[in-house]
């Protein structure tokens, strides 16, 4: 459930790469019922403001929800965090399904478009016949002529990502399930 690419490019959204390994162990102290942010530190020997700051971004993330208690005595708050499970399948599925989305609907565009390129530069121009042709099938940075764009590559990578997606987010889904 912690441990799959799509997870890990969902977690990217919420936090820095390098805080990856941290959020997920956090997830995973939340998952196992530990509560407190000093109990999470405990347990992963995170430091405790990395602890905090990554609890508010799965809060940001509506992922982490807590409760704030005021001790009587002391008059400090308490935080007591829960992991939402519910939320955090949705998520993950919302950003499953709007990637998978983009990817096919990229793929689709190749296959069904005619694509030109600068023949100088692919990087200064790239449009399709229509937008091409307003340009007279010239760069409109360089003035060269455009050229067809050979899309197999493109197409090809486009396809074994979202192959391998639907491969990742079936591993997931097991994972959910199995809990």
Same mark, same amino acid.
């Given at each position: 459930m912690i441990n799959n690419s799509i997870v890990n490019d969902f977690l990217e959204g919420i936090v820095d790469e390098d805080d990856l390994k941290n959020v997920k162990a956090i997830i995973e102290a939340l998952i196992e019922?530990? &509560?407190?942010? *000093? /109990?999470i530190h405990e347990k992963t020997g995170i430091k405790l403001n990395t602890?905090?700051?990554?609890?508010?971004k799965l809060?940001?993330?509506?992922?982490a929800t807590y409760k704030?208690?005021?001790?009587?005595e002391t008059q400090w708050f308490t935080y007591t965090w829960k992991?939402?499970?519910e939320e955090y399948v949705e998520k993950i599925t919302d950003f499953y399904?709007?990637?998978?989305? &983009?990817?096919? *609907? /990229?793929?689709d565009n190749l296959e069904n478009n005619l694509y030109f390129v600068c023949c100088m530069d692919q990087e200064h121009f790239k449009g399709d016949y229509t937008e091409s042709s307003e340009y007279e099938f010239y760069c409109p940075v360089c003035d060269y002529e455009l050229e067809p764009?050979?899309?197999?590559?493109?197409?090809?990578?486009l396809k074994r990502r979202i192959t391998l997606d639907k491969k990742n987010f079936?591993?997931?889904?097991?994972?959910i399930n199995k809990q």
């Open positions: 019922g530990i &509560e407190t942010d *000093e /109990a602890v905090r700051k990554l609890l508010y809060h940001d993330a509506s992922i704030r208690n005021k001790d009587p992991f939402d499970k399904t709007n990637r998978l989305n &983009e990817r096919q *609907e /990229a793929l764009y050979d899309a197999k590559k493109e197409k090809t990578l079936k591993k997931f889904e097991d994972a």
